[in-house]
């Protein structure tokens, strides 16, 4: 990771965890961040458990990266810090973003969990921040993992020693559990078990997300703002899909996640594929009278905003949101060929949370459009994806109302 960003590189067991870490290094106590709304939960909580106010900002509604122009200036004078999300490997505009927070005199923390391989400006994503934060779950598929990097290559022992600080001491159950895990998950899915297993993690009250958001809490949450900063008291909503986060990574799953990366060249490559593939079809992108038919290249995303200028580059790798008329008949018909949809963030933060907990967006609607239409497919799942949405006669959905059907 130090040679793909040209910078420092911590390892730590989460990217929610380096999260966290970076917060509290470079936010003052009580600070405000401006996020994306359309972002996992788990990402505002780490913000509230770091003992800072969530800012929702306006979003472009065809890749839900943050709409620079539409943040009103006495938002960005009242900010302490900006954090990108890169929503599936879109790039949020690093370099305006960059000469915005340089001309406050705050940091830009850039979210990379899903923008591995990703550019923005001619640089990698993760590179324009004071500090960058990458999962090793997502594209790398180690179920755990991340780094923190950082521009000042003077904070990386600071940075050590803080992650140190946090850490709690790694359990052998925990490691045992990683291991055998995907062994476990393979045997369930391989005797067709998957509906049974859902059904008894539900009777024994394991699942933590019924609905795409977890259950907010609001008098508990409460309880937890009011003791941040603090990892500990904001547990429960902090770990949700990754109860290790924070455990100190042992030499079973260091192992697993060192043989995963070293494949990622070969994964971003087919992601890559995917991408192409994905982008060249009628629901790439909204709107009537656009819409090509599949097969015909559009060129969305490719050699957009991360384009470096000598070669272009399909993007985003990680998840390529398409623009389907009736998601939930999308998701329902690929769910009967066994294809789950995933990394869905609807509603938005500001929706779900509430004014008691975060600044609402001044202008929500680009956000609310992508939340509620975009269908992230797995660009390696590209070819059989395609041929659902075809077979289930998926139609594109119409732009947002007075939005040019472009994008990038
Ligand atoms: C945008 C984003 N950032 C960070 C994370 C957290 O990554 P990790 O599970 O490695 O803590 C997620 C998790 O899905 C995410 O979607």
């Known amino acids: 990771m130090r040679g793909r960003l040209g910078r420092e590189c911590v390892y730590v067991p989460s990217c929610r965890f380096g999260l966290f870490v970076a917060l509290r290094h470079w936010c003052p106590p009580g600070g405000r961040v401006l996020m994306s709304p359309v972002n996992d939960d788990v990402i505002f909580f780490v913000v509230l458990a770091a003992g800072l106010r969530p800012v929702q900002a306006p979003l472009n509604p065809l890749d ?36 915005r927070c340089d001309a406050l005199r705050i940091p830009l ?11 923005v400006g ?7 921040g004071d500090a960058s934060v990458f999962s090793l779950s997502k594209h790398v598929g180690a179920k755990a993992g991340g780094f923190l990097s950082c521009a000042d290559p003077g904070l990386r022992e600071a940075l050590e020693k803080t992650c140190e600080d946090l850490l709690l001491p790694g359990r052998l159950t925990a490691e045992l559990a990683y291991t055998v895990r995907p062994y476990a ?5 391989g005797l067709r078990l998957r509906r049974a297993a ?16 977890m259950p907010l809490r609001a008098e508990d949450l409460g309880r937890a703002v009011g003791a941040a900063p603090d990892l500990t008291a904001s547990d429960s909503w902090v770990r949700v899909d990754l109860h290790d986060y924070r455990l100190r990574s042992g030499g079973l799953r260091l192992g ?45 995303g490719v050699g ?43 509603p ?11 600044d609402l967006s001044p202008d929500p609607d680009g956000a609310r459009w992508f939340a509620r239409h975009a269908l992230p497919v797995d660009p390696l799942r590209a070819r059989q994806v395609i041929d659902v949405l075809e077979e289930s006669g998926a139609r594109p959905a119409e732009a947002p109302g007075g939005l040019e059907p472009t994008r990038g």
């Not at 938005?348 to 975060?358: N, S, V």
């Open 185 to 189: 998950e393979a045997a369930v899915r």
């Open 122 to 128: 001619g640089r990698p994503v993760g590179s324009w």
């Open 304 to 346: 957009g905003a991360g384009g470096s200028g000598a070669r272009p580059v399909a993007q985003p790798l990680f998840r390529v949101p398409l623009f389907v008329a009736d998601r939930d008949a999308s998701i329902a018909a690929l769910a009967r060929r066994g294809i789950v949809v995933g990394y869905l963030y609807d």
């Open 198 to 213: 859902w059904a008894t993690m539900r009777m024994l009250g394991l699942m933590e997300r019924e609905e795409i958001r």
């Open 256 to 300: 697993r996640i060192g043989r995963k990366l070293d494949h990622l060249d070969e994964v971003l490559a087919a992601c890559r594929a995917g991408t192409e593939q994905l982008l060249s079809t009628r629901w790439a992108r909204p709107g009537p009278g656009r819409a090509g038919e599949v097969g015909e290249a559009s060129g969305a």
């Open 64 to 99: 839900a990266s943050i709409d620079v122009d539409a943040v009103p200036d006495e938002l960005w004078g009242s900010l302490s810090a900006v954090l990108t999300t890169n929503l599936y490997g879109n790039p949020d505009d690093a370099p305006r973003l960059r000469a």
């Open 348 to 358: 938005p933060l500001d929706d779900y949370a509430g004014a008691g907990f975060t």
């Open 109 to 119: 923390l850039e979210d990379g969990a899903h923008a591995i391989g990703s550019e």
